[in-house]
């Protein structure tokens, strides 16, 4: 039986559906999560226990276990085993991105500067100790400007400041969120920085593709169709196939595979974010791993009769098939984040079945737990869970999705509730 290894922060909603699809396959999942050796494979899934931080020794555990059990592809979930897949890879001679581009394309200011040097579109910017005074540095800022971490994802931390009194309470608050003891906890150098870049106007897009041999393969082309203008920039609808002009999503997929090259990713998934405007395509970024969480459920694959979700296509991408037998399936499909519209201690949600019944709608996900702690960015880093649709046109997506979202009703409770009087 072939066996992939799937690096993954934890196991979760994304590797129950590489597990599905696996077993489809007839594969056999490796897994190496972040976790502690000394417990006893508290998941239950014999995974290989490591530590992102300290990527010899994680890279050494797995080469040590492939000498027993030989590893036939590599795959990463997440940001933070990009770096390690990428050197187990090349350790094992299997297809795997160059470990410095895949810490590249970890880091922001290490891509920024990479786009910079190989003449892409990119935002003025400075980098700054998340520990210093910003105020010597606010007379080089060109307001509106965003303030973000370098080695976070899904708009986690990232702020739009629009003079130096915004600027100057978005860095406390950026500093405070990086000091805090789950952050604290990756041991991760990159959180000592922070940037200060342009706000760069526009509309958003997002782009999954695999690269094989340095040759991207475009799998979508994602509209984000509300406006992303801050203060913070919670992502909620993608949209496929996107309705931009063919001109400029063909200038998205371009400009995308030119970031990818220039950063040196050769090989798996990309998800890359970007922003169009007349002054060209601006790409935010270019990860080394596939869209995060459930998101990947709002991509299907055909052949013939056949239909493959993406874990499935990226399980068979890392065994060494093409990929290109399986094009995105014709139907328009997308999917809302559901976001956190307040702080608070969620208790439950009224009005599922009613977004269930909503026509082109194909489920919907709550992934918020009762009694647990709600928050929304920039210091959140998850949302309430997951709609999915699917129909003849994007726009009829979309309106689905919107419609479903309005009939849920949240109930959130404030973290600490008021105490009332006996006369109140």
């Not at 933070?80 to 299997?94: C, E, S």
């Not at 160059?98 to 400075?126: D, M, T, Y």
């Not at 990159?190 to 690269?211: C, K, S, Y």
């Amino acid at each position: 039986m072939r066996r992939v290894l799937l690096l993954a922060t934890t196991t979760g909603y994304q590797t129950r559906a590489f597990e599905t699809a696996a077993a489809e396959l007839g594969v056999e999942l490796v897994y190496a999560t972040d976790r502690c050796h000394v417990l006893d494979d508290p998941w239950r899934d014999r995974a290989i226990p490591i530590r992102f931080y300290d990527e010899d020794s994680a890279v050494a555990d797995i080469v040590e276990h492939a000498r027993h059990h030989p590893i036939d592809g590599v795959l990463a979930v997440g940001d933070r085993p990009t770096v390690v897949a990428a050197r187990v890879g090349q350790v094992l001679g299997l297809p795997a991105n160059n470990p410095q581009a895949a810490a590249i394309a970890r880091n922001k200011q290490r891509f920024r500067e990479c786009l910079v040097s190989n003449g892409l579109c990119a935002p003025s910017f400075l980098s700054l100790p998340i520990d210093a005074d910003v105020q010597p540095v606010t007379g080089r800022v060109t307001f509106p400007a965003v303030i973000k971490p370098t080695s976070l994802s899904g708009s986690r931390g990232v702020m739009r400041v629009d003079d130096e009194r915004g600027l100057t309470t978005a860095w406390n608050r950026l500093r405070q969120l990086l000091n805090s003891p789950d952050i604290r906890g990756e041991r991760n150098a990159d959180h000592e920085t922070a940037l200060i870049e342009a706000f760069i106007p526009g509309r958003e897009f997002a782009v999954e593709a695999v690269l094989t041999g340095g040759v991207l393969q475009l799998l979508a082309v994602f509209d984000k169709p509300d406006p992303l203008d801050g203060p913070f920039f919670e992502e909620t609808l993608y949209v496929t196939p996107s309705r931009e002009r063919a001109a400029v999503q063909a200038a998205i997929v371009t400009t995308v595979a030119a970031a990818a090259e220039a950063v040196g990713l050769s090989h798996g998934p990309i998800h890359a974010e970007c922003r169009v405007n007349p002054d060209g395509v601006f790409v935010l970024e270019v990860a080394a791993r596939p869209i995060g969480g459930l998101c990947a459920r709002a991509l299907r694959f055909a052949r013939g009769s056949e239909v493959i979700g993406l874990e499935h296509l990226l399980l068979r991408h890392a065994l060494g098939e093409s990929s290109r037998e399986w094009p995105r399936e014709a139907q328009a499909s997308g999917v809302m984040m559901v976001p956190i519209p307040r702080r608070g201690i969620y208790r439950g949600v009224g009005g599922l079945d009613a977004a269930k019944a909503v026509t082109h709608v194909d489920d919907v996900r709550v992934t918020a737990k009762v009694d647990q702690l709600l928050l929304p960015l920039p210091e959140g880093a998850s949302y309430l869970g997951f709609i999915f649709a699917r129909a003849a046109t994007p726009d009829a997506v979309e309106a689905a999705l919107r419609s479903a979202h309005g009939r849920l009703e949240f109930a959130i409770d404030p973290e600490i509730p008021m105490l009332q009087s006996a006369h109140g």
